[in-house]
Nanobody, 124 residues
Framework: QVQLVESGGGLVQAGGSLRLSCAAS????????MGWFRQAPGKEREFVAS????????YYQDSVKGRFTMSRDNAKNTVYLQMNSLKPEDTAVYYC?????????????????WGQGTQVTVSS
């Protein structure tokens, strides 16, 4: 079992930055690939970024490339999403998720555990 708790969301002006954190419980956290997803009102949950358990491979949705950076610290059981140059269209609830085996995935059904989400609101 892995429990995930996101934090760091909030209200920011366009062009600003936020850093999301996802703290995980469980001694096997380092063996999980991790993903960040987001869901805007009235829209489906969408992939943002993923990272392998080693941190060696990181993938991003095209719309966030060059602006968002995902990282992990296995010693702290935490993954991060640094978000720079935020845009109003980045407004959503952001979720982290854990995937038991292999690489990260863009598919929500590939993940085994989810956090409760943290709201990010970007004003224009």
């Amino acid at each position: 079992q892995v429990q995930l708790v996101e934090s760091g969301g909030g209200l920011v002006q366009a062009g600003g930055s936020l850093r999301l954190s996802c703290a995980a419980s469980g001694r096997t956290f380092s063996k999980y690939a991790m993903g960040w997803f987001r869901q805007a009102p009235g829209k489906e949950r969408e992939f943002v970024a993923s990272i392998t358990w080693t941190g060696g491979d990181i993938y991003y949705q095209d719309s966030v490339k060059g602006r968002f950076t995902m990282s992990r610290d296995n010693a702290k059981n935490t993954v991060y999403l640094q978000m720079n140059s935020l845009k109003p269209e980045d407004t959503a609830v952001y979720y982290c998720a854990a995937k038991s085996y292999g690489l990260g995935s863009r598919r929500t059904d590939q993940y085994d555990y989810w956090g409760q989400g943290t709201q990010v609101t970007v004003s224009s």
